[in-house]
């Protein structure tokens, strides 16, 4: 055991590599490190980065120049990079970067305390970014413990299959494999065991669970079975692909009574000769359909997508289908971005002749609509009561508390820690961007 260091982690990207810090985290801890909130004086810092974006992964580059000064200081500080990155780049990554360390891919995160301490005791820069072979990989989900935590992500399946256009998860998180039912079902009784209340099911393709295991369950089963499990009050998942949410697992939200009413359903484009550039498996009325039945079976679901804008040959009467889409649906909330060019996806060949004025134009278009959209459903929700599950003391300070709605939106208000994991029903007073300010319900606990 070491004598205990200090680290610093900084998390860039999605909700996957929010779960593999949070495994990082408890690897160091089980090193003898502890977790600090500056950089500054740490032994060890990292970043777990994400390559889905051509910014994010300028922002990695960015951020490891702020660190330079600190190595320079103390030539003693590791510096490492994980995540998506880090897979892509390899060795790259110490050839581009004199001071950096440490390089750790994807699937690799295991053997990052191991790799640490080499770098401590031989001086020598490493990286680590093979791919896992499927027995290997299923030996290595980790269980997650609940802390003092009200709510926790639980990893059902990694890796894609899809292989869309324009996407480099298949390259940098791997081949689609699902974790054990009985597993995942034996950790979330033993998280609600331990007052956790709501689990958010994550992969980076859920709606694909089980399908490529013979005698697996499907994925609307096992959220059946998680249903059935005493405790937890709240569920909800993520990341859904359009092409795989079969009428089955559309009927859970209208069964489950813990399922949440809010999917983020990423439809990427809304039209069809765009959609099959990008290889997503569906077209705009196959979408269109499967949200007016998620709408039929509860009527009250907010959806959440990504959008894309400016993909290689993308005109203005596709751009106009986007639109028009998202008009249809009506999004309470739209992660849009700009087409970036990623290397080796099959996208990165297709001739991009599209200028950048008319791209970043249609992108403020696309971000005047939704938010136009998003303030109909903020300001919809004044003066309304909802049930929130409150997860802990507010960042807004002041006494006051925060929990989410059904529909995953924060809620603010004044309130006692004793709430913490409870579902209470608080008037929404105030509607801002990106949370709500409510109060509690007199006399309704």
Not at 55 to 77: C, Q, S, T
Not at 113 to 127: G, K, Y
Request: glycine content about 10%.
């Amino acid at each position: 055991m070491y004598m205990e260091k200090t680290f610093y982690l900084e998390t860039f990207g999605c909700q996957m590599n929010v779960v593999d810090s949070e495994r990082i985290v408890d690897l160091l801890n089980g090193a003898g490190y502890r977790q600090v909130e500056a950089a500054a004086g740490a032994q060890l810092i990292l970043l777990n980065t994400c390559a889905v974006r051509d910014k994010a992964e300028r922002k990695v580059y960015g951020h490891l120049g702020r660190f330079k000064p600190l190595k320079d200081e103390n030539p003693a500080i590791i510096l490492g990079v994980g995540g998506c990155v880090a897979q892509q780049e390899g060795e790259r990554l110490l050839e581009k970067i004199g001071y950096l360390d440490l390089v750790f891919g994807t699937h690799n995160v295991h053997k990052l305390p191991e790799l640490v301490r080499n770098v401590e005791e031989n001086r020598t820069r490493c990286h680590e970014t093979d791919f896992l072979d499927r027995d290997t990989r299923l030996q290595l989900f980790p269980a997650r413990t609940a802390g003092d935590a009200t709510t926790r992500f639980v990893t059902v399946m990694q890796g894609c299959d899809n292989f869309c256009s324009y996407c480099v998860v298949p390259l940098v998180r791997g081949r689609e494999l699902s974790r054990p039912s009985g597993e995942i079902l034996s950790e979330i009784g033993a998280l609600s065991e331990s007052g956790v209340k709501e689990v958010t099911l994550i992969g980076q393709n859920v709606n694909s669970y089980g399908c490529k295991e013979d005698g697996e369950l499907s994925f609307a089963r096992l959220l059946t079975e998680v249903h059935a499990i005493e405790g937890i009050e709240r569920i909800r998942f993520t990341t859904s692909h359009p092409k795989d949410l079969s009428d089955e697992l559309i009927d859970c939200f209208g069964t489950l009574d813990k399922l949440c009413h809010h999917l983020h359903l990423p439809v990427q484009c809304g039209s069809n000769r765009i959609l099959s550039a990008m290889n997503r498996g569906y077209t705009r009325e196959q979408y269109l359909g499967k949200v007016r039945r998620l709408k039929e079976v509860c009527p009250d679901i907010r959806l959440t997508s990504d959008i894309i804008v400016g993909f290689p040959g993308e005109t203005e009467e596709d751009f106009n289908d986007t639109l028009t889409l998202m008009e249809e649906v009506r999004y309470t909330d739209v992660f849009s971005f700009l087409y970036s060019r990623r290397p080796g996806t099959a996208a990165a060949d297709l001739a991009d002749d599209l200028d950048p004025g008319v791209r970043q134009g249609r992108f403020d278009r696309l971000l005047a609509l939704q938010e136009e959209t998003c303030r109909q459903w903020r300001e919809g929700d004044i003066g309304r009561e909802l049930s929130v599950l409150v997860e802990g003391e507010s960042r807004q300070g002041n006494g006051q508390m925060f929990g989410r709605t059904t529909w995953n939106r924060i809620v603010n208000f004044e309130g006692g820690k004793d709430l913490v994991g409870t579902i209470v029903p608080v008037r929404i007073v105030k509607a801002y961007r990106n949370s709500h300010l409510g109060e509690l319900v007199p006399g309704s606990f």
